[in-house]
């Protein structure tokens, strides 16, 4: 059930993974003073639920690490990046409905990490955000998380603090909980897309700017799918129903993707189910996830191809080809997956609760943002317990972004911020999500899953999501039951954006 996704051999020189005790070069320390006298599980946090008797547990350890790959073909030199594996590839997890998951991690970096489940509706003190929920997991720990997914779908997870390094240096993972098809496909497939910030020579570019984090981000030079670099290419087999599971997991990149040499439909967004509905095009920001049902060729080497049209001209991400003799299948119908089971809406009694995304600073007439420049100060702990000189790692210089006008970590982090707003459990809310600024925001919600209901500024097919991207200007509404209590983060996914402000939290209680 756990499996690895490795990139197809297109470059010559590729050599596989080697396990190196190399340093993390070039960005912020780990500020020891922080975590000086906390347990790995961390002094008020909570530790990882026991699976009840006899339940079926899937256990996984995901070791943090730099590995030395030979990322781009020669000249150029083996690439530092950072996995949870040793084999070449992405990681990626396949559980049953109703198995748990107890995943392990083992941080063998130089600074801390965690990891977050990105998507899932989990306990909150397994949602992996340093400070929230847990302790930072220091080099040479460990932590185990541990939850039961009530969602089937196509999830990811990765790193919640320095996020632009350790995810900008490949450290993500895919989960994929399965039994939500109510016919079996020939074919199931992912597609993750990302950019690396690599120079000719192998070695990592920065992962952050401050034009890049003050404007539409910090974007790579080498575009991949499934670590391969594009376009991707697969087999399918011939008059197959084929499921196709894209993610873009990149730290800055919006796609548009459509599908050419085959009719393809919406089955799931966000790892949610949606009655099908035949595919044109669709937008995802960083973080989101489409999942496309497609009948393939019948004629042996006939070609689908995945295109992303948000470019200056289409870019070709993958080319999928049938292969072998046609399978005998019935005229296609997509099929839908099985719905989802969520906590029923009250938009009767649905209260209204505003997220404003703003600039943090002021514009010059050069139309530049005024930066605010970030101290470390104090943490207090969910226990009232105060860590002195906050972590360098979870800060960072400059201030770009807000959200209601609050920026993370504005005040200097002399405290963990109040939430931005306060949920009653078991309610029903409609939040308005209003953009203010001249760039779109992917805006992540954790712990629950909403309901995209509408915009002012573009027709909205309305679809379940833990993440909506909101263009300049617009306003779109969401909605959702707070049925999951805690403190929840919520945040802009294009990752400098996080980094530089665009991040708070709110509580449902």
Known sequence: MVARLTRRRLLAGIAGASSLGLLLAGHRRFNTAIAADMSAAGKGYPSAPQPPAGADVVDVDLIAKIRRQQFLPPPAGQSDLATYDDAPGIRVIRLQHGQ?????????????????????????????????TQAPVRPGQSFTYAFQPPDTGTFFFHPHCDTTTQLGRGLAGILII???????????????????????????????????????????????????????RA??????????????????????????????????????????????????GPAMRLDLQLRAPAESGAKVRLINYFAAQPVLLAEFSAAGKPLERPAFTPAALRPAQLAPLDPAKAEQQPLRLSSAGSASQSGRVTMKQNKPADIVLPN??????????????????????????????????????????????????????????????????????????????????DTVLVAPNERVKITFVANNPGNWMVHCHIIEHQETGMMGYFRVA
């Not at 392990?104 to 990105?118: G, I, M, S, Y």
């Not at 998507?119 to 400070?131: A, E, F, Q, T």
């Not at 050419?260 to 099908?276: C, Q, R, S």
């Open 100 to 132: 748990w998951l107890r995943a392990t991690l083992h941080n063998a970096l130089d600074e801390h990490t965690t990891v977050h489940w990105h998507g899932i509706r989990l306990p909150n003190g397994m949602d992996g955000v340093p400070y929230l």
């Open 178 to 232: 399965e039994g939500d098809e109510t016919r079996k496909s020939d074919a199931d497939l992912i597609c993750a897309y990302r950019d690396w910030r690599l120079k000719p020579d192998g070695s990592f570019d920065a992962f952050m700017t401050d034009k890049g984090a003050a404007t539409a981000g910090t974007f790579g030079k080498i575009a991949t799918m499934n670590g391969s670099l594009l376009p991707y």
């Open 235 to 284: 087999d399918l087999p011939g008059n197959g129903d084929i499921r196709l599971r894209i993610l873009n997991i990149d730290v800055t990149r919006i796609m548009e993707v459509g599908v050419e040499g085959a009719d393809a439909w919406v089955i799931a967004t966000d790892g949610n189910p949606i009655t099908p509905v035949k595919l044109d095009t669709w937008k995802l």
């Open 384 to 465: 009232g317990e105060v860590l002195h000189l906050a972590d360098s790692l979870c800060l960072t210089p400059n201030t770009f972004w807000a959200l209601n006008g609050e920026a993370w970590p504005d005040r200097n982090h002399q405290n963990m911020p109040p939430p931005l707003f306060t949920l009653a459990k078991g309610k029903t809310y409609v939040i308005e999500v209003n953009n203010t600024t001249s760039r779109q925001h992917p805006i992540h919600l954790h712990g629950h899953t909403f309901k995209v209901l509408e915009s002012n500024s573009q027709t909205i097919l309305p679809h379940l999501a």
